[in-house]
Every structure is written in C-alpha cells, then in structure tokens.
C-alpha cells in the first residue's frame, strides 16, 4: 500500500508478488476532488490507518485489495486545504488498540477505534446489445462521495461503511444510466451484475 504525497493524491493498492510485473489494484482518495493529500499509511491486519493531512485519519478496509474501501475517519484540522496543514502522522501499533495522530498545528490525538468490515458491492457490466463489457462506467452509491470506474473486462468493484439499502446509479455517455436499489451488509460481498442499454 502506497500513499502519493501530492495534491490530488491516492492511497494505491499493489500486487507485489512478482517483482518483475508488479500490478496496481486499486487507488482510493477520502475527499475525491478536494485536492487534499494523503502522507503515510500503516497495515495493521486488514485495515490501513492513513494520516491525510487536512483529513485527519481514515481508516480503510483492505480485506480484498482490489476493492479498498474507507470504513472510519476522524477530522484533526477544521479546514480542507490542498497543502501540508493538519494529520501528518498516525501510528496504530500501541497494545491497547488506540491510535496517535500528531496534527502539525493542533497537537497530538488520542482516538479509540472501532474496527468494522465495509460493505461491498461488486459486478459485471456489459452492453445489452451485444453482451459485450462495458469499460469506464461511472458506478456510484447515491449520497456517498466515493465512486467505481468499471474496467476494461467490465468488472466493477466499491463498498461503503454502513450496512443498508441504497440507490447505485451506473452512468457512460452513449448508454441509458441506471440506478438500483441494492442491499449491502458488512462483511459480505454483494454482487450486481448490470446490462446498459445503449442509446441509439
């Protein structure tokens, strides 16, 4: 796991099983669009605690790498920036569990966390016509700000916090979008395989 110390940044998740072809996974950002920058991540069993400056802390759940998804966060700095203010260091090694996040302009944090599997939501995108898949599908749980990309095989993969029922709605220009009702549970994989219709 990786985090890009930029603007705009991502956390990315890597195969690194074969040095030779090593594979990204997956890429995540907390506040996608707000520019702010995640600084230094830690694995701690199948959760990553990221401290990402004027975001605080997240905590994502890494259970399948390919499909990471923010389970908790905790906001040290009042104001999103695109620069260096806020969480820049949060170690989650202590025996008792807690988490210290040292913010650069308002000091150490002590946070009690509770771990929680994500609720997933997985699936196969492909035209209605020709049942071929369907690349570069925006898939995105209404009111939530992080959102999927279907890839080239059609294969989407994103989740969410809290268990419950949602609307996904499923967007690419030259295709009719689609939203469903579907109902994640945490710690399950839901699956929600979708033919878009093309327009015409």
């Excluded at 997933?120 to 690349?135: F, H, K, Q």
Aim: hydrophobic share 35%; aromatic share 12%; charged share 10%.
């Amino acid at each position: 796991y990786t985090t890009d110390e930029v603007s705009n940044g991502y956390i990315g998740a890597y195969d690194i099983s074969d040095p030779l072809n090593i594979i990204e996974l997956d890429r995540i950002q907390s506040s996608p669009g707000a520019n702010v920058v995640p600084h230094n991540t830690h694995v701690l069993g199948n959760y990553i605690i990221t401290s990402y400056y004027s975001d605080g802390v997240t905590v994502h759940d890494v259970t399948h790498p390919y499909n990471m998804v923010e389970v908790a966060n905790y906001d040290t700095y009042p104001i999103q920036t695109e620069g260096y203010d806020g969480c820049w260091g949060a170690y989650p090694y202590l025996p008792s569990g807690l988490i210290l996040a040292t913010d650069r302009e308002y000091g150490l944090f002590v946070l009690n966390p509770n771990y929680q599997q994500a609720a997933y939501l997985e699936g196969l995108i492909t035209n209605s016509v020709s049942s071929v898949p369907v690349d570069l599908v925006d898939v995105q749980i209404l009111g939530h700000n992080q959102q999927d990309v279907s890839n080239s095989s059609g294969m989407y993969a994103t989740g969410i916090a809290a268990a419950g029922v949602y609307d996904v709605t499923y967007s690419k220009i030259g295709y009719y979008s689609q939203t469903i009702q579907v109902t994640l549970t945490n710690g399950v994989v839901s699956v929600q395989d979708l033919q878009l219709v093309p327009i015409p």
